[in-house]
């Protein structure tokens, strides 16, 4: 069983909709990072969040600790929010600050 | 002020061949981490290093290297290159390691290695 699992794997949505990703993990964790990644590789880091709710524009994240579980909100969505988005934990075992695990990532695809 | 930087973009080497990959790090970020993404996957830890140090190493056998500099930049290092090794790797910096699981990683752009 992976570390850490995504939901769903690809996703397509229409410009306007609300929409909603979310990953599961499976270790004790210090922080957990959404990414943004664009076709050509480029990351880009849009949240560190270690319990609680952020909001960034029209992104919102949030994480329960217990649960082992965190989710990301798109709303208004638009076709350039159209990117992969990894989920990327740090777990807070092996002594190595830094290290993060991460998931398959969510294709996402909002069409005009 | 310049983003994490990574040089090459795209390389081609053949099978058994050695390669090295830079990484300059934001101004100011101490330490340096790097990730293996493999096509369609998400990214794999490889290395974090500090002030010169190892403070990390992922599941990688002993053909991968890494080294970190005075100035925070860094090289990786992949000897004996496998069919296996061709990915997306990437570099990511941030300021201080011990809080680096709290602190933003800030990603270059990669370095796509193809293995013929």
């Known amino acids: 069983k992976n570390e850490v699992e995504q939901s769903p794997q690809n996703l397509t949505a229409q410009e306007g909709e609300f929409i909603t990703i979310n990953c599961s993990y499976s270790?004790?964790?210090?922080?957990l990072h959404w990414l943004q990644q664009h076709p050509g590789g480029g990351i880009v880091s849009l949240f560190m969040?270690?319990?609680g709710k952020k909001k960034h524009g029209r992104l919102i994240a949030t994480i329960n600790i217990q649960e082992k579980h965190s989710s990301l909100h798109i709303t208004a969505s638009h076709p350039r929010d159209s990117a992969v988005y990894i989920c990327?934990?740090?777990?807070?075992?092996?002594?190595?600050?830094?290290?993060?695990?991460f998931g398959k990532g969510t294709k996402l695809s909002v069409k005009p | 002020d310049a983003g994490v930087t990574q040089s090459p973009t795209h390389l081609i080497k053949t099978r058994g061949q050695q390669v090295t990959l830079r990484c300059s790090p934001i101004?100011?970020?101490?330490?340096v981490s790097w990730y293996q993404q493999v096509l369609g996957q998400g990214p794999q830890f490889i290395f974090q290093?500090?002030?010169?140090?190892?403070?990390g190493r992922g599941n990688f056998p002993d053909r991968f290297s890494a080294r970190q500099f005075p100035n925070y930049s860094s090289e990786l290092n992949v000897n004996a290159l496998l069919l296996g090794d061709s990915a997306l790797y990437l570099c990511?910096?941030?300021?201080?390691?011990?809080?680096?699981?709290?602190?933003?990683?800030?990603f270059g752009p990669g370095t796509r290695l193809t293995v013929l």
């Open positions: 969040l270690s319990s």
């Open positions: 101004s100011g970020h101490k330490s």
């Open positions: 990327a934990p740090s777990p807070n075992y092996g002594g190595s600050q830094g290290n993060l695990i």
């Open positions: 990511a910096s941030s300021y201080h390691p011990d809080r680096a699981s709290t602190d933003t990683q800030y």
């Open positions: 290093y500090y002030e010169k140090e190892e403070r």
């Open positions: 270790v004790g964790i210090s922080a």
